[in-house]
């Protein structure tokens, strides 16, 4: 007998049906148990993708401006070579159907850019705040690239026991 819950949303998959169908599927795909997306980390590695291949773009095109707001003048030229990285990488994961290798090398990306930043935070820097802040962004970032690199990484493992 159906109940009110039962009639009111129609199901993808029953629980006492599982030992028929099975419980779930390989990932990526939908677990059946809980009718829900199981998430490889595709969706977020393409917007990884994009905010690399964006702010690739601004040090490629304004490292004066990015460097002389970080008070550190002297390293405008390694501001544009970062940004021509952050270019290969965003382009790296966009266009590889396997992109894990690629947001993990924005993981080492990120530790570069901390260590860089890192050399602003000397007494005599009177933008040492702002070198504060951008540290805090890049904390951030790398919080989100290991996430999405273990999400990646994961689903990939998950792939390859399965097949």
Request: net charge positive; proline share 3%; charged share 30%.
């Amino acid at each position: 007998m159906a109940t009110t819950a039962d009639v009111s949303r129609a199901r993808a998959f029953r629980p006492e049906d599982a030992a028929v169908l099975g419980t779930g599927t390989r990932t990526p795909g939908w677990d059946l148990a809980t009718e829900r997306r199981i998430d490889d980390g595709e969706a977020m590695a393409k917007g990884v993708g994009w905010f690399s291949i964006a702010l690739g773009l601004a040090e490629v095109v304004a490292p004066e401006k990015i460097a002389g707001e970080l008070g550190m003048e002297d390293k405008k030229n390694l501001v544009r070579l970062y940004g021509f990285r952050e270019l290969a990488k965003g382009v790296g994961i966009l266009s590889n159907r396997k992109p894990a290798g690629w947001v993990w090398g924005r993981v080492a990306g990120d530790v570069l850019d901390l260590a860089t930043l890192a050399s602003g935070l000397r007494s005599d820097n009177p933008k040492r705040d702002n070198v504060l802040k951008a540290i805090s962004a890049i904390v951030g970032v790398t919080v989100v690239d290991v996430a999405v690199a273990r999400q990646l990484s994961e689903a990939r493992n998950e792939r390859v026991r399965h097949d």
